[in-house]
């Protein structure tokens, strides 16, 4: 994916955001001009009228950008690979502020696909935040639950917030750490 750090752009239409931090929703208005901070995993990060904000990549028409393809999967599918595509999925989630996804963050615990009868499958995934008060927590948790279920064949994903144990640097990969500069 191209990289978009610093381009300025102009909001063209009314769309959804999220404060960060607080990951409290607003409202961007037509016209607010601003540039892009962080363009990861399909959402961007963008900071407008000294303040950042999420804006998801389903909305990344409402300042020019191509929203994001859904994912596929190949005719015949196994669960193996239905499996990777998920955990591909999840690699697609960024904390809004870390340009790291958080599989290599360290803050996917477990997650389990399980086929059903009828040839869908559920997924039940446990994950944790850098820190217990991060008010993006619960807009990570949704990134999750709707980057899983766009995957073929998920009926559902249950997506389940812990903090025991607690996060710490040492469940980051090897180049997350290079990359933050934690080695």
């Not at 999840?90 to 009828?118: A, H, Q, R, W």
């Amino acid at each position: 994916m191209r990289r978009h750090e610093n381009e300025p752009i102009v909001v063209q239409r009314d769309v959804k955001a999220v404060i960060i931090p607080a990951g409290i929703e607003v409202k961007l208005r037509t016209g607010s001009v601003g540039y892009i901070t962080q363009a990861l995993g399909g959402s961007f990060t963008v900071y407008v009228e000294g303040n950042l904000f999420r804006i998801a990549g389903e909305d990344a028409d409402a300042i020019g950008k191509e929203p994001v393809k859904k994912p596929e999967l190949p005719p015949g599918a196994s669960d193996e690979d239905v499996r990777k595509l998920v955990w591909d999925q999840m690699k697609s989630c960024f904390d809004p502020e870390i340009p790291v996804n958080i599989v290599d963050l360290g803050l996917i615990y477990t997650c389990d696909v399980m086929p059903n009868d009828d040839g869908s499958r559920n997924v039940h995934v446990t994950m944790t935040l850098t820190a217990p008060g991060c008010g993006m927590g619960e807009v990570l948790v949704q990134d999750v639950k709707d980057k899983v279920e766009a995957v073929p064949t998920i009926r559902e994903a249950r997506v389940d917030l812990v903090f025991d144990p607690p996060w710490s640097q040492s469940m980051m990969s090897e180049a997350a750490r290079l990359q933050t500069g934690m080695m």
